[in-house]
């Protein structure tokens, strides 16, 4: 069906006489392209003195002269796909660059002041001119808002894309979908201000590591609504009716067919989730207070955060501050990339196995 | 969500029968009412108690947007009301003295310019980083890849700031000229200023390209990683080029879900206060030639304002918030309806 | 009933890492930071002060206060020293801006703000509002000096006055080697170089302060009114003090305004003052401070709002100054919180907590303000 709906993609098969083998373009062309590319970057560089634009007319030539030498030895349709193939693969190397750069960045400026002397201490009473101090309270302040905000977040989020997959309809669910796409451009700092008025100001409560929470799990919820929701659409049918014809009820089948076959898309939602806000500094300033000191109670007490850390850091100016704010920064990372790996070691253990 | 599985869209009225049979298949299970009701006998309790705990986990979500958008709205209009200028065509943004004079134009021209740039070259790039790793890359290599390409979305925004002020936007002062040089007669693309800083909208966009592109690029594949077998090994026995697969069974198959995905990053893009606020040599005014400092967004705006504002301050800065709020639902709509136009593709029938 | 906690299991799992790191976290986690790098870290407290250390009634508990980053370093430094005198106390400051800290103060989230600017009469009238006792008072405490800082390799010790200052961030004076700059460098080897100006895009006491003496002292080459938005469309702009520094530091050329510490920490050149006086003034705390001393109180009673003089001519006074205040409740501070508020403000005033100031880049208040104000906090009930 859909691919009726197209139309160059199986006309020129057509209209070719069906060849059993064709006239492939040799092995060795594209690599002796590929040098040519190579040495015409360099070529640049020498020039121009600019390894960018290198790269860029190597790129360019490459992608070119190899979609013409298989257009000329090969026919349309192979062009046509060697021409995206390196297309495909150009943009692969466009999203890893700036990934290297800023990572190797990072790790370079973090790495300075990184150690588990930095990891173990927190920032009591370390004056501007100390180069003692770490990110302790921090990172204890971080794993117990974003755990807490998860904890509301993740369940409601799910239970609220279910409800749109697979049950609404109507208008609530239409205002559902809306207000979850509002929710999508929802500034970080007015979830803070909003938590604020509400939590704080309205029923009274202390700035806390849990009224942090409640901004997070805000600026969570429509990630998590909207990545969930598109990976049950992408269930198919057959697999709800086979459960169903068996006689298994509903929210059996939601949970046990449904869910574990969107499984791996969740938890990659669910992790873009984490990402996006274990990285939040605005509402976290205004709702967490701000501690040098250690607070392992997320709800009393003003907590730190290492976004909190890392701003704090980048903004006070004296002479130990830059480092730590670097330092800051790469254990937020390494923090991540530690939960994504959990998360999907899980994904891993629990999702179906194929052909089960 | 609701309006992509009503059956009777405009859409799916136009198309053959048999797929519509394969629609109202699917609401049919979407409704209790539709049905088949085989244990009439039997109590479902669960089922009841699963609707009723999905259902009210979707009304408490709607509650905590409406109070705040009722939030939003009451402060935004008490600032409103002490606005001596215009607040949708001024450029000017001043919430002090007798006099305050605030308005949203250069800043909704800063957001719109930053985060177009950042979607042109996030999409696509994000697309085919997508089908790198679901269908060019080696099954081993692919995991990784796709871990690595996550990883991105793990960098704080304040890191991004440091990094673009430091040492990206250095670099791509030779960017701007080239631009300027060979596309200059553009007025977009004209600088005034040649050689002078890159801290401008078209860095910040290309910033917020490398931000959003994880977000779009693992959502997007974990779609392509569920395009039915039998559609791509259809397209692939029919002689189809690898591309030609990609082409008619993978894209279509994920339009929906690119969409969803991109949207989730224009979010982002449109709402990114810290790192625009650290790159951008911003100001009050309104700006088109993004090649050229100057210009602000709206959450960058935010973020510069806020720490020192008063109460009037605040409110003005809510009400600019609040503008954001019909951007991103604006495009929202829009994609919603593109969505709807495809939906075909989703809940496959393979 | 057998899939029910697969799901369950999976939201606990993220709480359970949460926990986990926490819990392992904190076996190892310590508050104690005296120990490792004292070679740097020590210093002999009041050492500079002549004045015996007075006697310091200590009080438990958390403080909290939030305001100015201009003045973090200082808090930083008292806090540490105050913490280590007296045991079971916390001051927790959050550095999030004068204008944030002010609100919180008016919401009753903390019990001291640091603003750059005292209150207006509108927020006089807030905070008194939540201090429902009485007015709250400003004190001023901590005294940085703004540095105008350059990037120009081989000139060193540049001097500007006020109207050459003005007409380069106005935009009048575009090249190094203009005659206004070269008048007063007659032997520096300036360059043809345009001018790059750099200043700072967020809201500012900063900015507000530089603005202040740019009106005070330029006369008609500074035409706009002093604000916290820097005022023209002229120039670069970048984020906060650490912005406009790694941007200075990184344009040859440019020329702005910051705290002192971010010039001194990124290298660069820091503009000596004409100001009318027989010599030009190098940015030092001691300059900082004469020129605080000609500052007017404005405020009546407990309330010590300054006026500052920018236009000081006094001999060794460098006139770009901002005062730091602590906001405080003069009467209604809630009793648990009053004790450790006294206390901390009480040190943070006296000559000891004043004599520290300097090493950290900011300047001690003149004793006759320094006065006023303890006898401010003691005052406070």
């Known amino acids: 069906m859909t691919i009726t709906t197209t139309d160059t993609a199986v006309s020129p098969a057509a209209a070719d006489p069906l060849k059993l083998t064709r006239r492939t373009m040799p092995d060795w062309i594209t690599w002796a392209l590929g040098a040519a590319a190579v040495g015409l970057g ?36 192979r062009a046509k796909d060697r021409f995206a ?37 927190s920032m009591r009473g370390v004056g501007p001119r100390d180069d003692t101090g770490g990110i302790y309270h921090a990172i204890v302040g971080t794993l117990e808002q974003v755990g807490l905000a998860a904890l509301i977040a993740v369940p409601l989020g799910l239970l609220t894309a279910i409800y749109l997959v697979e049950y609404g309809r109507g208008r609530l669910a239409r205002s559902i979908t809306f207000f979850v796409d509002v929710m999508t451009g929802i500034p970080s700092i007015v979830a803070g201000l909003f938590v604020y008025s509400f939590w704080i100001m309205t029923l ?24 969930t929701e598109e990976m049950l659409k992408l269930v198919p049918n057959e697999l709800r009716e086979a459960s169903l014809a068996l006689g298994i009820p509903k929210w059996r089948t939601i949970l046990k067919v449904v869910l574990p076959t969107a499984m791996g898309g969740i938890i990659t939602g ?68 530690v939960l994504n790996l959990v998360a999907r070691l899980i994904a891993r253990w629990k999702a179906p196995k194929a052909g089960r | 969500m609701s309006t992509s599985i009503t059956p009777e869209s405009r859409g799916d009225a136009k198309r053959d029968s048999g797929r519509r049979r394969g629609r109202s298949d699917k609401t049919g299970h979407g409704t209790d009412a539709k049905l088949p009701k085989p244990a009439k006998t039997q109590v479902r309790l669960g089922d009841r108690v699963f609707l009723g705990s999905s259902r009210g986990a979707g009304i408490l979500l709607l509650v905590i947007m409406a109070a705040i958008a009722v939030f939003l709205v009451v402060e935004a209009l008490d600032a409103l009301g002490k606005n001596d200028g215009n607040f949708l065509t001024d450029s000017t943004w001043v919430t002090d003295g007798a006099k305050p004079a605030f308005g949203v134009a250069g800043l909704v021209g800063g957001t719109v310019i930053s985060a177009a740039i950042a979607m042109l070259i996030a999409v696509p790039v994000a697309v085919g980083v997508a089908l790198f790793i679901t269908h060019y890359a080696p099954r081993r290599v692919a995991q990784t890849l796709g871990y690595i390409v996550d990883l991105l979305a793990a960098v704080p925004s304040v890191v991004f700031g440091l990094w673009g ?127 050229d400092p100057g210009g602000n967004t709206i959450a960058a705006n935010i973020a510069n304002q806020f720490g020192e504002s008063n109460e009037l301050g605040r409110g003005a800065l809510i009400a600019s918030g609040l503008v954001l709020f019909f951007l991103t639902l604006l495009v929202n709509g829009a994609a919603r309806v593109v969505i709807n136009r495809h939906k075909e593709f989703s809940g496959a029938n393979a | 009933m057998t899939t029910r906690p697969r799901l369950a299991r999976r939201s606990t799992a993220f709480a359970a890492i949460a926990v986990a790191g926490a819990l392992t976290l904190t076996a190892c986690g310590s508050d104690d930071n005296s120990g490792s790098n004292d070679s740097k870290g020590t210093e002999q407290p ?39 005198k007296c045991s079971g106390s916390t001051v927790n400051y959050n550095s999030n801006g004068s204008g944030a800290g002010r609100q919180a103060f008016f919401d009753g989230q903390v019990s001291i703000a640091g603003s750059d600017s005292a209150l207006k009469d509108d927020e006089a009238a807030k905070a008194q509002a939540a201090c429902k006792a009485g007015p709250a008072i400003n004190l ?22 006020a109207k050459t200052i003005a007409g380069i961030f106005a935009g009048k004076i575009k090249t190094w080697d203009a005659a206004e700059i070269k008048a007063l460098n007659p032997s520096a080897q300036l360059p043809s170089s345009p001018i790059q100006t750099v200043h700072r895009s967020d809201k500012s006491g900063t900015t507000e302060n530089f603005t202040k003496y740019l009106k005070a002292t330029a006369g008609a080459e500074w035409a706009a009114e002093p604000s916290q938005d820097w005022p023209t469309q002229d120039g670069q702009s970048a984020k906060g003090s650490e912005g406009v520094a790694s941007v200075v530091k990184s344009t040859s050329g440019s020329i702005s305004y910051m705290e002192v510490s971010f010039a001194e920490n990124n290298g660069l050149g820091i503009a000596r003052i004409n100001t009318g006086a027989a010599k030009p003034v190098k940015l030092t705390p001691e300059a900082a401070g004469k020129a605080v001393e000609a500052a007017q109180i404005t405020g009546q009673g ?16 460098y006139p770009i100054i901002l005062v730091t205040y602590e906001i405080v409740c003069e009467k209604g501070t809630p009793a648990d919180k009053l004790p450790l508020v006294k206390s901390f403000l009480t040190y943070t005033a006296s000559a000891e907590g004043q004599g520290l100031l300097a090493k950290n880049g900011y300047a001690p208040l003149p004793a006759s303000i320094a006065e006023k104000v303890r006898t401010a906090v003691t005052s406070l009930s």
Request: hydrophobic share 50%; proline share 4%.
């Open chain 1, 42 to 77: 360099v070529l640049v560089k020498a020039v121009q003195g600019n390894w960018a634009l290198g790269a860029f007319y190597a790129g360019l030539f490459f992608i070119a002269t190899v979609t013409a030498a298989s257009w000329r030895l090969e026919d349309r349709r």
């Open chain 1, 85 to 121: 193939t390196s297309i495909v693969y150009t943009a692969f190397v466009l999203a890893i660059v700036p990934l290297v750069s800023i990572l190797g960045y990072t790790i370079k400026k973090g790495f300075e002041e990184l150690s588990p002397y930095f990891l173990s201490h």
């Open chain 1, 204 to 227: 009274g409560f202390e700035a806390s590591g849990f009224a942090g929470s409640l901004a997070l799990m805000i600026l969570m919820l429509p990630t998590v609504v909207r990545a």
């Open chain 1, 270 to 337: 669910v992790m873009l989730a984490v990402a996006r806000v274990i990285g939040e500094t605005a509402p976290l300033l205004l709702l967490v207070g701000l501690t040098q000191s250690i607070n392992t109670n997320p709800f009393s007490g003003w907590q730190s955060s290492i976004p909190l850390y890392v701003f704090e850091q980048n903004h006070a100016g004296n002479q130990f501050s830059g480092d730590r704010a670097w330092a800051g920064a790469l254990t937020l990372i390494i923090i991540v990339m």
């Open chain 2, 165 to 291: 002020l430091v040492f990206l936007s250095p670099k791509l002062i030779g960017l701007h000229t080239w631009l300027s040089d060979y596309l200059g007669w553009i007025p977009i693309f004209d600088k005034d200023d040649a050689g002078a800083t890159a801290r401008t909208l078209f860095t910040c966009g290309i910033i917020l390209a490398i931000m959003v592109l994880p977000i779009i690029a693992a959502v997007t594949r974990e779609v392509f990683l569920q395009v039915p077998r039998a559609h791509e090994e259809a397209a692939l026995a029919l002689g189809a080029t690898r591309w030609e697969m990609i082409r008619t069974a993978v894209l279509p198959f994920g339009k929906p879900g690119i969409i969803s995905a991109s949207m989730l990053g224009l979010g982002r893009a449109l709402g990114e206060t810290i790192a625009v606020a650290m790159v951008l040599s911003s100001s009050q005014e309104l700006v088109f030639k993004f090649l």
């Open chain 3, 46 to 84: 009041g050492g500079g002060s002549t004045a015996p250390a007075a006697k310091l009634d200590c009080a438990s508990g958390t403080l909290a206060a939030a305001g100015s980053s201009a003045q973090k370093n200082a808090i930083d430094e008292w806090a540490k020293q105050y913490q280590q």
């Open chain 3, 140 to 161: 001023p405490m901590v005294t940085g000096p703004i540095a105008v800082a350059y990037n120009l390799p081989n000139v060193k010790d540049l001097v500007l006055d």
């Open chain 3, 302 to 317: 407990n309330d010590l709002k300054l006026k500052l003089d920018y236009a000081t001519k006094v001999e060794g006074a």
